[in-house]
């Protein structure tokens, strides 16, 4: 019980999240510089009073993030680990398959770092697209964007924002997490297990490290950061801004990469900085309710549309 508890204050120790008070602090400094430089000047003392400002991060918004995280953390450790186990165990299922299947893997004769950035770059592309595919399908069909409205349905943007998704689709993205990881890795082992285990391609995540330092926690927040011209291959802070806006909802699907995006016309640039309202529109508020008729809402949801249907308590959801 112990561990369910305590479980979510682990996220901002672990490296492994996107929370985790390296990236946290990074993103801290990332957006003091945006906002001097907006501004065309340095003010410590307003950045401080901004950053600590109750409205923002006690606003019925921000609450709920946290209640969205204490519960997906519960159901991870009470029922998807038990059920489906561990990305290690994921890791090791497939190797052994492939192992059965296909006897020895063949030789092939790279070093550790050849390996290591092999391996980086194969699951960066296969972890994006498979996200960028989840989240298009959650958007595309109202039964599954009648879970992800929860995740829209934030009015005021906060790194913990990541954590408000509705517990089923929480359970979608930990099995898409856990197939993309297992398959990836698994076949790495197969192929290199003279070279290295599965314990060690757990610790190798380069670019997941470079993304996360690269100020992540800013695509939830208030802070505008366009990218430019990059932002055709990547995805910028704002671009996630505007795909929390209201009437923006389905541009900018993408996490990492925004090509996925191009590909399918959902990408939009950012440009110059917009005023921008968070939350749900009407129309998406009742996508998905032909899909999951209202006799049908279960105890959770009920709830959310309670807490959704009150103001913030400074009535306010724009962006700045």
Not at 177 to 195: C, D, K, N, P
Not at 244 to 259: A, D, E, K, M, T
Request: a positive charge; charged letters at 15%; glycine letters at 8%.
């Amino acid at each position: 019980m112990l561990e369910v508890l305590t479980a979510p204050a682990d996220f901002f120790m672990d490296a492994g999240k996107r929370v985790y008070w390296l990236y946290l602090l990074s993103a801290l400094v990332v957006a003091s510089l945006a906002v001097s430089i907006q501004e065309g000047r340095f003010d410590p003392a307003g950045q401080v009073k901004k950053l600590f400002d109750r409205r923002y991060w006690f606003a019925r918004s921000s609450i709920f993030d946290v209640y969205l995280m204490l519960i997906n953390s519960i159901v991870k450790i009470s029922l998807l680990m038990p059920l489906f186990g561990s990305h290690l165990a994921a890791t090791i299922l497939v190797g052994a398959f492939f192992q059965d299947t296909f006897g020895d893997a063949p030789q092939f004769e790279l070093g550790w770092f050849w390996i290591g950035l092999l391996f980086s770059t194969v699951f960066f592309i296969i972890e994006d697209l498979s996200r960028f595919c989840l989240h298009f399908c959650m958007h595309r069909f109202d039964s599954l964007w009648f879970f992800h409205r929860t995740h829209h349905s934030a009015t005021i943007l906060t790194p913990l924002t990541l954590f408000r998704v509705h517990p089923i689709e929480h359970i979608l993205y930990f099995a898409r997490s856990l197939i993309v990881f297992g398959l990836v890795s698994g076949v790495f082992v197969w192929l290199f297990s003279q070279r290295l285990t599965g314990l060690q391609i757990l610790g190798v995540d380069m670019f997941g490290f470079l993304f996360n330092f690269a100020a992540a926690n800013l695509r939830h927040s208030h802070i505008w950061i366009s990218f430019g011209r990059f932002e055709k291959i990547f995805i910028s802070p704002a671009q996630h801004q505007l795909h929390h806006s209201v009437g923006n909802s389905n541009s900018n699907l993408g996490s990492v990469l925004s090509i996925w995006d191009g590909m399918l016309g959902t990408r939009l640039y950012a440009r110059k900085k917009k005023l921008l309202e968070f939350g749900l529109g009407p129309n998406e508020q009742r996508r998905g309710e032909k899909k999951m008729p209202m006799e049908r809402h279960t105890f959770f949801q009920s709830l959310t549309d309670t807490i959704l249907a009150k103001k913030d308590c400074d009535g306010s959801s724009k962006g700045v």
